[in-house]
Nanobody
Framework: QLQLVESGGGLVQPGGSLRLSCAAS????????VGWFRQAPGKEREAVSC????????DYLDSVKGRFTISQDNAKIMVDLQMNSVKPEDTAIYYC????????????????????WGQGTQVTVSS
C-alpha cells in the first residue's frame, strides 16, 4: 500500500478556486490509478474523479463537471484536483486514493477498489 498525503485544502469564498494535491510518500504513481473523493458532514463518501497512469480521466460527479479537473504531472509524482467556481455545497473533506490498476473503476466500484487512502484535507466554501 502507498502512503498518500493530500495538501491544498482550506477556506475559499464561493466562486473562488482551490488546487488540491496528492503525493505518494517515497515513490511515484507509475502504474497506479489515482482518484479524488469527498465526504461532506452527514453524507456518504462520493467519488469525484479518477486518472490512470496513462492520463485517461474518468469523471464521476455530475455536479462538479466543468468546474473540477484532475491532472497528473509528467513525472507522475503528483495528482492534482483543480477546483474552480466552488460552491458552498463543495464543502467536504477531500481524499485521494490509489490502486495498482491500469484503469479507473466504474462509479459503483470506486469506493471499494482503491486500496490506499490519504488522511484527507478539509475544503470549506464560505463567505
Amino acid at each position: 500500500q502507498l502512503q498518500l498525503v493530500e495538501s491544498g485544502g482550506g477556506l475559499v469564498q464561493p466562486g473562488g478556486s482551490l488546487r488540491l494535491s496528492c503525493a505518494a510518500s517515497g515513490r511515484t504513481f507509475e502504474d497506479y490509478t489515482v482518484g479524488w473523493f469527498r465526504q461532506a458532514p452527514g453524507k456518504e463518501r462520493e467519488a469525484v474523479s479518477c486518472i490512470n497512469s496513462m492520463g485517461t480521466i474518468t469523471d464521476y460527479l455530475d455536479s462538479v463537471k466543468g468546474r473540477f479537473t484532475i491532472s497528473q504531472d509528467n513525472a507522475k509524482i503528483m495528482v492534482d484536483l483543480q477546483m474552480n467556481s466552488v460552491k458552498p455545497e463543495d464543502t467536504a473533506i477531500y481524499y485521494c486514493a490509489a490502486d495498482w490498476a491500469p484503469w479507473c473503476p466504474e462509479a459503483k466500484d470506486a469506493s471499494t477498489d482503491f486500496t490506499s487512502w490519504g488522511q484527507g484535507t478539509q475544503v470549506t466554501v464560505s463567505s
